[in-house]
């Protein structure tokens, strides 16, 4: 502490009192001052870490009276710091959203005055350790100000890159940025009422992935569909969770290629068609689940959905309709609409079968019963004289 006082508007020498060094509670007592001296205390507060202090300043008494008594009130406001997580640029689901990555590790040491402080509920059988995801974030309170601080990140869950950006006295005249990696330092600056105004935000960069969809249009009656629309759906999970689930239209004035970036690296997709407008046939390359890689943000993962249409549309000529077992059709067969689909169309190829054995079985009584008209008729006609 520096004393100071005064005596008829002029300052009292002091010698080797003017500066005097105390523990908490202790007194000092300074002898041989003028009569009615005015003395008050001012102290370094940053090296004292930053506390409130109050004093109350005393008029020197004469012998024989009380000793004038100066009390200087160090109040410390407690400092809190809080730790963030973010993504740089994170994958994202179908509505756009980030994706949530992690969980991360992190530890805090702090130190004043070279002795170990730890934030309350923790002690050194208690370290400041925590493990949160990207969006979360944890709080350390109850340190002192003035406090020498490191966070590091110690499980960074396979990030390419780290940075930190750290602020403190947040808000106020003492506001400080400083920057780091996996680790940053930074001396704490005590709550502002009540609001922490130290924190540190760790930011991870991850690749992500992508994938091109290309629809194909084929057949011998391609061009009556061409414009028809057709329903993809891109399905992705990684470690048992959706990460992205989006049906895509194609065709009806729409595009027959659709790109799908920002996807989560290392994701298992999937492709299906829910609505193929009516083809005869689909096939769909890769045909089952495939990888999306680091590698194609920049060259996407290429799927095809190829529809076969070999029918032509419903209703493009009059009394016409898809070919049937009585309506073959412009070179048809008399073959069952779709009869190479069942596994695409989900229908059980068991029943289409039997059908195809009934229509059979009827269409070969018929003509059993008409060759039987006829052979009865040629024997009435020998039998005539």
């Known amino acids: 502490l520096a004393v100071d006082c005064t005596s008829a508007g002029r300052p009292v020498d002091l010698r080797g009192d003017a500066a005097v060094t105390l523990t908490a509670d202790e007194v000092v007592r300074i002898d ?13 507060l940053a090296a004292a870490g930053n506390p409130v202090l109050t004093v109350d300043p005393v008029v020197v008494g004469r012998d024989g009276q009380p000793v004038a008594r100066v009390v200087a009130t160090n109040t410390y406001r407690a400092a809190t ?11 994202r ?43 979360e974030s944890a709080s350390f309170a109850g340190l002192p100000p ?11 869950a396979q990030a390419t890159g780290t940075t930190s950006a750290g602020v403190t006295g947040r808000g106020t005249a003492e506001e400080t940025r400083v920057t780091g990696g996996l680790s940053i330092d930074l001396t704490l600056t005590r709550d502002d009422g009540g609001a922490a105004t130290n924190e540190v935000e760790f930011t991870n960069a991850y690749p992500t992935g992508a994938v091109r969809i290309t629809k194909i249009v084929q057949g ?10 057709f329903s993809i759906r891109l399905q992705c999970t990684a470690e048992d969770r959706s990460v992205y689930d989006r049906t895509i239209r194609f065709g009806a004035g729409r595009p027959l290629t659709a790109t ?8 298992t997709c999937l492709v299906t068609e829910p609505d193929d407008g009516g083809a005869t046939s689909v096939g769909i390359s890769p045909g089952g689940t495939f990888p999306v890689t680091a590698g ?22 009059p009394g016409v309709d898809r070919p049937t077992a009585g309506n073959p059709g412009p070179g048809g067969t008399g073959s069952q609409p779709g009869t190479d689909r069942a596994g695409s169309r989900g229908r ?32 009435r006609r020998r039998g005539r004289p």
């Open 93 to 135: 689901d179908a509505d756009g959203n980030p994706i949530v990555y992690g969980p991360f590790g992190f530890a805090v040491t702090c130190t004043l005055d070279g002795e170990p402080v730890y934030a309350v509920g923790h002690s050194a059988e208690d370290p400041m350790t925590a493990s949160f995801r990207s969006g």
């Open 260 to 267: 799908v970036d920002h996807l989560y690296v290392d994701s």
């Open 32 to 44: 041989d001052l003028p009569w009615g001296s005015r003395c008050t205390v001012t102290e370094d």
């Open 220 to 229: 011998r009656y391609a061009d009556q569909h061409r414009d028809a629309g």
């Open 296 to 317: 194609s943000a920049t060259d996407p993962v290429q799927v095809t959905v190829t529809n076969t249409f070999d029918h032509p549309r419903r209703g493009d000529r």
């Open 81 to 91: 710091l809080v730790l963030r997580k973010s993504i740089g640029d994170p994958a």
């Open 146 to 156: 003035g406090a020498r601080c490191t966070a590091s990140e110690t499980d960074p």
């Open 348 to 379: 059980n190829p068991l029943a289409r079968t039997g059908t195809e054995v009934l229509a059979t079985l009827a269409v070969g009584a018929l003509c059993l019963l008409a060759g039987g008209s006829i052979v009865i008729a040629r024997r």
